[in-house]
T-cell receptor, first 117, second 112 residues
Framework: SAVISQKPSRDICQRGTSLTIQCQVDSQVTMMFWYRQQPGQSLTLIATANQGSEATYESGFVIDKFPISRPNLTFSTLTVSNMSPEDSSIYLC??????????????FGPGTRLTVT | KQEVTQIPAALSVPEGENLVLNCSFTDSAIYNLQWFRQDPGKGLTSLLLIQSSQREQTSGRLNASLDKSSGRSTLYIAASQPGDSATYLCAPSGGGADGLTFGKGTHLIIQP
């Protein structure tokens, strides 16, 4: 299994600003994912981050709004840009290792609770 | 596009009861399915993973079954305890680079 940490755990931001969320995994993993959980809703996949390539975004999410970096096999960042109150959500990262395990089990971080005022 | 439905949406029972949580999905071409629990304001804890070739998987008081052809999975919780109170989410995956598709979850309350 993989242990995943996220920073910050929560933040309150003003509209129009940007926040970068960090995700750190305690072992090397091939795939990392970013999800959003809006209040009272389930999780929605934002994008998939593979080391050494551009992130792949799901329908409804664009790189200008949610730029993602994946500089190595243990770390990724998600930036929420030009925030509005509608971006208030919990943002979660997850990881799976497709090289050492064929189960493709995904492990999740504790999430970042973002409130935009 | 995969769609996931979980029934019931909410459940409140006295402790000690055996429970069944249901999950259905529209695209049966899955690689695996995971069950998670989420405590309020927290991240997800993986409970069980069932590969598409498996029929069921067990961990302690939890047993998950999978009927891939009919697009259904069931999570069985035996002898429920107040500590089982949480939201339970099922998430099928196409595997590899595919992210997970989540249902809206079953909000479970176990009364002491």
């Amino acid at each position: 299994s993989a242990v995943i940490s996220q920073k910050p755990s929560r933040d309150i931001c003003q509209r129009g600003t940007s926040l970068t969320i960090q995700c750190q995994v305690d072992s090397q993993v091939t795939m990392m994912f970013w999800y959003r959980q809006q209040p009272g809703q389930s999780l929605t996949l934002i994008a998939t981050a593979n080391q050494g390539s551009e992130a792949t975004y799901e329908s409804g999410f664009v790189i200008d709004k949610f730029p993602i970096s994946r500089p190595n096999l243990t770390f990724s960042t998600l930036t929420v840009s030009n925030m509005s109150p509608e971006d208030s959500s919990i943002y979660l990262c997850s990881a799976t290792d497709t090289q050492r395990s064929f189960s493709y089990e995904q492990y999740f971080g504790p999430g970042t609770r973002l409130t935009v005022t | 596009k995969q769609e996931v439905t979980q029934i019931p949406a909410a459940l409140s029972v006295p402790e000690g009861e055996n429970l069944v949580l249901n999950c259905s999905f529209t695209d049966s071409a899955i690689y695996n399915l995971q069950w998670f629990r989420q405590d309020p304001g927290k991240g997800l804890t993986s409970l069980l993973l069932i590969q598409s070739s498996q029929r069921e998987q067990t961990s302690g008081r939890l047993n998950a079954s999978l009927d891939k052809s009919s697009g259904r999975s069931t999570l069985y919780i035996a002898a429920s305890q107040p500590g089982d109170s949480a939201t339970y989410l099922c998430a099928p995956s196409g595997g590899g680079a595919d992210g997970l598709t989540f249902g809206k979850g079953t909000h479970l309350i176990i009364q002491p």
